[in-house]
DNA sequence: TTTTTTTTGAAACAATCATTTTAGAATAAC
DNA sequence: GTTATTCTAAAATGATTGTTTCAAAAAAAA
């Protein structure tokens, strides 16, 4: 006995990701929201929410993403080894690519400290991430690829931190070639 | 024949940059910041400038002081390895006794793409810290702290990116040890 | 077809935003 | 002490903020 939503939601969230991805939480108002979504605010506020909902949905939405695509990376039969070395260059190719950073990156950066939902959403992001490098530098051990000497997951963390700068160093010095180089070094470093 | 300015310029530039610090541009209002500074918004157009202007000001003050930081560190007659060696392990104190990492990373992430002037002191910034550090390692390759097998500036770069990535992770995790840890294993890598 | 429920679009909302104006207070130079 | 100039405080500015209201439109159930 009632309309129906005319809107696609997940389109309409995928949007709005796009706007606070570039200008960040405080940077995008209501309005850049409700034109790249094409709906009215009282639509959005009947289904979804306020602002902050929105934008835990929309880092939410981001995360999936990224969890969807560690799950297919891990998936193949390819040796571990070379899915982390698939991995580290294909983060420099987003990385170059791409003019907008990482948006869980800005987010904890701009809310980490302030906003405790968010913080938990990228905490558990990470700590996804994590994992899937420490089980692929561990089995890397075990094929011999990698030598023993350290904790698979140091190593893991630690390329977790550095894949964070390189964010910035694009941002500020746009130099793809720097990036590439890191990149090479990393692997160099842990192979030895 | 004119009356002086009351406030004291350099002292609340330094509380405007604190606040801006912890709640980044788009999250500061004006309001907080005549509130931290205690002058009238009109004083500030007067003196400063508009709100651009003084966030300017503000960063420039945030990177002058680690110029002279970095200054210092080099003065000394230590052995270059040992200056690193130092400087790593004060980076790690300040990410993990700070509440509101760096101000110059925050800044990348949320203005750097957006914002040509703030990008620039950035940029200028990240230069430095790159030569002082590519010198240091330099010098602790003369003098046999360091294996001659990669590109001091490669490392340096490496080295800067990685920081960054530090305080996101204690952003998100709080874990000192952590961040210890990839200190640790940073300067081991780098000696071997 | 009628009823009932829900969504929608447009307008309205108060609050806050960055910025400017205005009038008076302060002080250096004369 | 007067004058000239600049500062400060408070209020006003119009624009924009996030959010809500309300009447009309839509459509499923009766």
Redesign the interface.
Known sequence: MARNVEFNESEAIQKAMEVFWEK?Y??TSLRDLTDAMKINSSSLYNTIGDKNELYIRCITHYTDLRRKDLQQRMSGKKRAFEILVEYVHDAIKVITDG???CMA??A???M??NNGKV?QI??TD?ELADQFLTSLISKAMQEGDIPRE?EPR??A??F??????????Y???KDAD?IR??GE??IR?ISK
Chains 1, 2 share one sequence.
């Open positions: 960040g405080n940077g003019r907008n950073g990156i800005k904890a950066f701009e980490g400290a913080k990228l905490k990470s350290e140091l190593i963390d630690f977790n931190s550095t894949w964070t700068g390189w964010y910035e160093s941002i500020l010095h720097k180089k890191m070094y990393f470093q």
